[in-house]
């Protein structure tokens, strides 16, 4: 499936078997992973914050202080590129060259609109909330008007993007398959330990 | 310590206090996070690029395949930003607002410069790979010339950076604390399984 036509920006050139243009896939990775890192421009340099998002429909939401960098430029309609990854595991191969990571990320870019209006705010609050931990909306206190009004919400249409995602073992030349070397892969996975009271 | 200077770019100006300048703090996090987000311009947008990394002194090295677009702007002496993140809690308040993430992050500016010479790419090579898994240099096989030549190193200055830390429990405010909600952290915690052989 091509949800996403690949474009110049999102084709997955090299290892084109590792590109993945489908909304089920593209969504999977972005709404398992924590965080994102958005990039944008500003005076004509590159800037990548770490941040939180939720995706609803086709579109990545994000949140912050009205005041910060990012959120000005989006609230203003930029452009950013957004990437989140997941590590699923270390490739050790009999050949340092073929050594590798188990992974599957997305890449996308869009432009930015503010979310206005409390109801808007609020049901991408609750994106946020739900994502973080599913249920956590009905039971913590929502937010009332002046801390609706210290969130600025926005949310990036999601123009173009693509999946790549690596799996498997490691991908020797044949001639090293002899070697006495251990080769396999670790498996990586975040994990949610018992809870901590303070 | 500031042993990078805040700069415009890099000055934690909300939350001041979670904002760290010293190189103990920042290379403790480039070092344990496997993966960083790469951000540079192209035709004045901004694109973002998952990549892995290592360290070395006062510098960080990306690689890949010479015909990347990533490594070729750093080869050409392009700037980048440069973000790794490790995720280590949610943080869960008695109100929404309060909802956090316990999290280390670095964001960093530099230009690349290409890594050349073969006792140099291998040096780097060997970076990479005891930071997958130390001891794991002196196991595989080494590179030959022909995977040198495959493959692009780049070193990028580390010329701004800071480091952004949150620990510790929810923050509520003081009439929220009597409200009959849990409220703690539930950490979280990158864990490698059990090899798998192929």
């Not at 500003?42 to 990548?48: L, M, S, T, Y």
């Not at 869009?110 to 994106?127: I, N």
């Amino acid at each position: 499936m091509t949800d996403y036509p690949p474009t110049d920006r999102t084709r997955v050139r090299r290892l084109p078997d590792r590109g993945h243009y489908d909304r089920e896939t593209i969504y999977a990775i972005l709404d398992e992973a924590l965080v994102c890192h958005v990039a944008f421009v500003e005076d004509g340099r590159p800037f990548v914050i770490p941040t939180l998002h939720a995706r609803v429909g086709d579109a990545l939401l994000l949140h912050g202080a009205p005041a910060s960098r990012l959120l000005k430029h989006l609230a203003a309609g930029g452009e950013v590129s957004v990437a989140a990854t997941i590590a699923d595991g270390l490739v050790l191969a009999k050949s340092v060259f073929h050594h590798s990571v188990n992974y599957r990320s997305v890449v996308l870019f869009g432009h930015g609109a503010p979310v206005e209006g409390d109801a808007a705010k609020l049901a991408a609050l609750e994106a946020f909330t739900e994502k973080l931990l599913p249920g956590r909306w009905s039971e913590a206190r929502v937010p009332n008007a002046a801390e609706l009004k210290a969130t600025a919400v926005i949310r990036v249409a999601i123009e173009e993007a693509s999946a790549k995602i690596r799996t498997g073992g490691p991908k020797d030349d044949p001639e090293d398959l002899a070697l006495d070397v251990w080769a396999g892969v670790i498996p990586l996975s975040l994990v949610r330990g018992e809870p901590v009271v303070y």
